[in-house]
Every structure is written in structure tokens, then in C-alpha cells.
């Protein structure tokens, strides 16, 4: 007899992001465990896991619905009541994305909370979203039996936030697709690129520190601006106001992409010079390892999970420094026998990490959970 298995999958209705990512590699692998069954809730009940190109072809729902805030809680409604009225039972709930759906029966809930931002750093999001977690999260958080999450640092918040026991939160790292995220001969892409450049991988948001990275580009040499250019890639995300009148400023030497797929995203990893990830606040840091996996030397900042991700194989700056992170800018690319070092020890260290071991790592807590 197989576990009925639900997988909130919600996040993956979009081009995806780290949550998304995150669902869809673990749920992906435990479709190949033959002692589950598997739905996914979408807003509506699936047997089938939705691809990354078919969440493209979407249109990217969600972020349409997000830019009309009356229309987001009407879609929220209608997605709780459907749920309440065509859900089964199942063995196992897994919500991978903070927020148990508090109608959907299971015997057991297991979910996954990545960080702590929305309590600790308000400012980081916008106001619906903090609205939202305020009113769901800590009335249906305390419905898990486990809790999953993605870093030590984020089990120490955890501990101190929630009424949960040591031994009922599990750490269980992110991983990379090795196949994708690795050194590549053809770098041939469709993304215009400069001959050399510094990147910086993430949403325009405020968590990521965009306005600290353009004001120590700025600061950088005439001579080293005009070897090194700046792109950025990622969604243009929120109060990005400033930040986007930056980049308009000085087009000559920055370069925005906007979001790109994955497989243009690993060939840009490999061209880069260095990749910079200054952000103020992480529960765990994806791009960290893919760039590490693709052979570009990284500088990241010394905050919340990303010394436990980077280890020794990374440059660290204070992300609250504009001076220090244009001084490890320096250091790092006047420096050719530490890019060297630097790129092996990232090599050697993203080798660590991989969603094969990470979704046998979250295979084993379901069972061992359905099994008491």
C-alpha cells in the first residue's frame, strides 16, 4: 500500500524562484519513490508535476494577480475553498512554502519554513505579504508535526520564534543540478553580454542589497569600469525605485538582463569575471552555489546562512560596508592566483551539495514520520 502524499506546489505556477526551485527538485525526485502517491495542489488537485517550461507557458499568472492586491485575496479565497471542498484524505501534507493550507485533512503535515524575514526584517517585504504571514502563519505553522528548513542558522531562528522542540526540526540543505549548473566549452547564448564583467543574481528587492552592490561599483576606478563592466539578473521584484534609476544612470556600465532561464543563467555564471552577492539577510542562498558550481570565484556577504553555504570557499564582505565591498571587488580581480584558488575551492565545495541528497534527505523524515 502506498502514502498518499500531497505537495503544496503552488510556488511553481510562475518562473520559478527558490522556493519554486526548491519544490519542484524535491517533489521531482520523490515522484521516482514507489511508496508514494503523489498530488500536487495548484489551487486545484493534480496528479501531475508542473515542468519548469509549462510554468513559462502560463503566461506567469502570479505575478499578474500580484499587481492587483484586491484580486490576490480574491484568488486566495477561491483557492481555499476549493481546497476545502475537493480535497482528500491523504497520509502526508508537505507545504514547502512557510504556510500550511489549514483545510486540507492529512494525518500528518510536515513544512518547510526557510527563514525568518517576514518577522525579523518586515522591511524586506512588501505590506500584503507581511498582512498575509501576520494573519496565517503562526495560527497554522503549529498544525506541522515537523518542521523542515534549510539551514542551521534558520533552526536557530526557528527555536527561538516557534514552541517547537530540537528534535522536531530537521535541517536538510538546498542542493544544485550538477547537469546544469557546471563548467561548460559551448558558451555560446542568446543574453548580450560585455567581454568582461562582474554579476549579481537576484530580485530587485530590498534584502538583496542592490543599492549597496551600485554604490560600490560606482566607487570602483574609472580604469577598472571600464575593463569591468556590471549585469544583473533577476526579476525587477519591489521598491525597486532607486535602484532601477541607478542602473538607467549609468547604462554604459551596467547591464540589466531581468529574469533569464536557467540554462542562460549557467552560461552567464561561467563568463562572469566574479560574481558579487552582497545580500543583508539569506536562509540558506542559491546562487552562491550555482556560481560556485560553474567556476566563477564569489564574493558574498557575511550575514545569516551564507558563511554556513560558502564555508572557506568564498571572499566575505559586510554587506552594510560599501568601502568593503568595493575593496574585496578590488582585491579579487587585481589578484589572479586568488581567483584560482577561489575557483577550485568553490568547485570543490558545491560538489557537496546536490537535490539528490537533499530530497532522500526529506524521503527519509516523511517516512520515519509516517511510520510512528
Known amino acids: 500500500m502506498k502514502y498518499k502524499l500531497l505537495i503544496d506546489s503552488l510556488s511553481l505556477v510562475s518562473s520559478f ?40 507557458d502560463i503566461k506567469n499568472i502570479k505575478s499578474l494577480i500580484i499587481k492587483n492586491q484586491v484580486i ?24 514547502p512554502n512557510f504556510i500550511p493550507n489549514d483545510v486540507i485533512k492529512a494525518k500528518k503535515i510536515i513544512t ?8 525579523l526584517h518586515k522591511d524586506y517585504h512588501p505590506k500584503e505579504r507581511i498582512e498575509y504571514f501576520e494573519k496565517y502563519f503562526f495560527k497554522n505553522i503549529v498544525k506541522s508535526d515537523v ?17 517547537f522542540q530540537d528534535k522536531d526540526i530537521y535541517v536538510i540543505y538546498n542542493g544544485i543540478d550538477h547537469n546544469l549548473f557546471k563548467i561548460y566549452t559551448d558558451l555560446n547564448t542568446k543574453v548580450n553580454l560585455p567581454e568582461k564583467f562582474i554579476l549579481s543574481v537576484g530580485s530587485i528587492e530590498p534584502r538583496k542589497n542592490l543599492l549597496g552592490l551600485l554604490k560600490a561599483y560606482n566607487l ?19 521598491e525597486n525605485k532607486k535602484i ?18 536557467d540554462e542562460e543563467l549557467a552560461k552567464v555564471y561561467n563568463l562572469s569575471s566574479c560574481f558579487l552577492f552582497p545580500s543583508f539577510y539569506e536562509g540558506f542562498g542559491l546562487p552562491v552555489l ?48 586568488l581567483q584560482k584558488v ?20 526529506h524521503i527519509k523524515i516523511f517516512k520515519e514520520l509516517l511510520e510512528k
Open 290 to 337: 550555482e556560481a560556485m558550481a560553474c567556476g566563477t570565484p564569489v564574493i558574498c556577504s557575511n550575514t545569516s546562512s551564507l558563511p554556513e553555504v560558502g564555508g572557506d570557499a568564498v571572499i566575505y564582505c559586510d554587506a552594510y560596508d560599501v568601502n568593503d565591498i568595493k575593496e574585496k571587488i578590488e582585491m579579487l580581480l587585481s589578484d589572479e592566483l
Open 17 to 56: 524562484t527558490g522556493i519554486g526551485r526548491y519544490t519542484y527538485e524535491i517533489a521531482d525526485k520523490i515522484e521516482d519513490d514507489s511508496e508514494f502517491e503523489l498530488d500536487y495542489f495548484y489551487g486545484y488537485y493534480s496528479k501531475k508535476i508542473m515542468r519548469p517550461k509549462e510554468s513559462k
Open 220 to 238: 570602483l576606478s574609472s580604469e577598472i569600469k571600464r575593463e569591468y563592466k556590471l549585469v544583473l539578473a533577476g526579476f525587477k521584484g519591489w
Open 72 to 95: 490576490k485575496k480574491i484568488v486566495r479565497n477561491i483557492l481555499f475553498l476549493s481546497s476545502r471542498f475537493f480535497a482528500s484524505n491523504y497520509d502526508l501534507y508537505w507545504q
Open 147 to 163: 518542521i523542515i528548513t534549510v539551514s542551521e542558522f534558520s533552526k536557530k531562528e526557528i527555536l527561538e520564534k516557534l514552541d
Open 244 to 261: 532601477v534609476d541607478l542602473i538607467n544612470k549609468d547604462k554604459e556600465n551596467i547591464f540589466y538582463l531581468g529574469f533569464i532561464s
Open 342 to 361: 577561489m575557483i577550485e575551492k568553490g568547485l570543490n565545495r558545491a560538489k557537496l551539495f546536490s537535490w539528490e541528497k537533499s530530497a532522500d534527505e
Open 112 to 119: 518547510t519554513v526557510h527563514d525568518f524575514s517576514f518577522l
